[in-house]
């Protein structure tokens, strides 16, 4: 009942607190025989990374991912396997500053666990927060990783699409346009904006929210099930499990409620090689908890950090009052690094999600 643990085959488990000597997971039920390297994992671990621009926290964190378990060397190839036994992965913490955090020792930050963790647990970690830490969630970014692979054919990817207010223009949309700046967004335009604006927010030592979409191509249909193990059901899950995450849509999400059911309808027809296809993607990809097999769309929104220089109204544990800022070193908008971290969470899904059909259904085409 500790709640440590995502995924029904495809399982992952996390262990470790922000300011604890490491962090890692623990992957169960990952297939045999899947090619993964330390290099592969590293990728998706340096979009996450800490300290890479003045948008983000200056904690200096290498995130390097050591593979412990569950690989072995191929002898005609040389490259690492998976064995199908758990794949245990360690991520080393270097330059955590406890110290920082010595003036909250006692006081409750407003929006942030500390307050429920006490109440649930009657101990708290206020070293960078323990486990309610965004840290945690560098565990998952390389879970991730291998779960890319046990898919075949799937491309999951995530982009910023909105920072408080301001949203892209969707008609200058450029994926080639997300690895190009530090916020992961796929408007060029909007990202100069976006850089003098959270400039702004930094200098004030405030923060911002922002709203996050992943898109899964390659998917085929039939994953999911109707009822208590819908696909959409289970990607809001992982999607909502992550820090500071308070919203998830798929597909029109919100918006179809402002729709007509002939706005709303993807009509489908028959396409020149006499496959079926959608003229549109409301559903998200997801029709009764049930892929389609187009791609699948989901959006999630993040708070501000609750970590904040400017002072704010709060208790003690004894039951005072008083004002607390947070000193340290913070996100001024997590939604930046929630980029990767939200394609991670997608990717463990589906891939737990394509080991569950395939164990009832079978291996199909």
């Given amino acids: 009942m500790s709640h440590n643990t995502f995924g029904h085959l495809f399982r992952v488990t996390s262990w470790g607190e922000s300011h604890g000597p490491a962090i890692g997971c623990v992957v169960d039920g990952c297939p045999p025989r899947i090619p993964i390297s330390e ?10 990374r800490p ?3 003045r948008f983000t926290t200056q904690r200096r964190e290498p995130d390097t991912a050591r593979i412990l378990s569950g690989v072995f060397e191929d002898e005609e ?3 690492l396997l998976t064995t199908g036994t758990p794949i245990s992965i ?3 913490n270097v330059d955590a500053r406890s110290k920082d955090y010595s003036d909250i020792k006692e006081k409750y930050r407003p929006g942030h666990a500390d307050l429920t963790y006490d109440a649930k647990y009657g101990i708290r970690d206020y070293r960078g927060s323990g486990r309610a830490s965004a840290r945690e969630t560098a565990t998952r970014v390389a879970a991730g990783a291998i779960a890319r692979k046990v898919v075949p054919g799937m491309i999951v990817r995530g982009a910023l699409v909105q920072m408080g207010p301001h949203a892209i223009d969707r008609d200058r949309w450029d994926w080639d346009a997300v690895d190009d700046n530090p916020f992961f967004c796929p408007d060029a335009e909007m990202a100069e904006f976006y850089a003098e604006y959270l400039d702004d927010i930094r200098k004030r030592g405030s923060s911002v929210g922002a709203v996050i979409e992943v898109i899964a191509h390659g998917l085929p249909a039939g994953l999911g099930a109707p009822v208590y193990g819908k696909l959409d059901q289970d990607i809001a899950s992982g999607l909502m499990s992550i820090n500071a ?4 849509e798929i597909g029109a999400g919100f918006v179809s409620a402002t729709l007509t059911g002939e706005e709303n309808a993807d009509e489908i027809r028959m396409g020149h090689d006499g496959a ?3 003229m549109s993607n409301n559903a998200g990809g997801i029709l009764g908890g049930i892929s389609t097999g187009q791609p699948i769309v989901a959006r999630f929104a993040v708070k501000p950090t609750s970590s ?3 002072p704010r109204r709060t208790v003690t544990r004894g039951g005072d009052e008083v004002e607390v800022s947070t000193k340290g070193r913070h996100d001024p908008c997590v939604g930046i690094r929630a980029v ?3 394609e991670a969470m997608v990717a463990i899904t589906l891939a737990d999600h394509y080991l569950r059909h395939r164990g009832q259904i079978g291996q199909g085409e």
Avoid: A, C, N
């Fill in 340 to 342: 990767p971290i939200g």
């Fill in 77 to 79: 190839t040389g490259e």
């Fill in 39 to 48: 290099e592969e994992i590293q990728h998706f671990m340096d979009k996450r």
């Fill in 308 to 310: 904040i220089l400017t």
């Fill in 245 to 248: 995450v308070k919203g998830v």
């Fill in 90 to 92: 360690l991520i080393e």
């Fill in 51 to 53: 300290g890479q621009s």
């Fill in 276 to 278: 079926m296809e959608f």
